[in-house]
């Protein structure tokens, strides 16, 4: 797996940002393959970064040569891969709350069954002349 950082025009950065845009037509002089990570780097008109960059997985490669596209150019399509550990950390994190929800209402019921036995048990214990915290 390789990283290719890549400089984008604002106009094309703010389709990919939005997900209208999942393909990237491209001079292919870094030998891009499937798996490999496209880093895009937003430029303004001067060609300048403006700071903002994105991130996305390359999951097919349409090498030049066919359907019309010269043999040095490529069209990658990508997929938003930190949308998708975003999602996937989501979903970790609700089953873990629905879990630690259901601990809360369990030991809610045991410690409403146990309280009528603590004050028993704090009862005995201080007719014996135990200590409080006993």
């Known amino acids: ?20 845009k999942m393909s990237e037509v491209r001079f292919n002089d870094r030998n891009y393959q499937v798996g490999d990570v496209l880093v895009q780097h937003e430029i303004d008109q001067k060609g300048k970064t403006t700071g903002e960059s994105l991130c996305h997985e390359i999951t097919h490669v ?7 596209l010269d ?13 998708m550990d ?7 994190l609700r089953d873990r709350l629905v879990e630690a929800a259901d601990c809360m209402d369990a ?16 009862s ?3 007719k014996q002349g135990k200590p409080e915290e006993y």
Do not use: Y
């Open 71 to 83: 043999k040095q150019w490529c069209v990658l399509s990508l997929v938003n891969t930190v949308h």
């Open 1 to 20: 797996m390789k990283v290719h950082e890549v400089k984008t025009e604002a106009e094309f950065f703010a389709a990919v940002r939005k997900g209208l």
């Open 124 to 126: 005995i214990a201080k």
């Open 86 to 92: 975003c999602v996937a950390l989501m979903e970790h």
């Open 62 to 68: 349409l090498s030049g040569g066919q359907f019309g």
């Open 107 to 122: 030991g809610i019921e045991v410690a409403q069954a146990a309280k009528g036995q603590t004050i028993k048990a704090k």
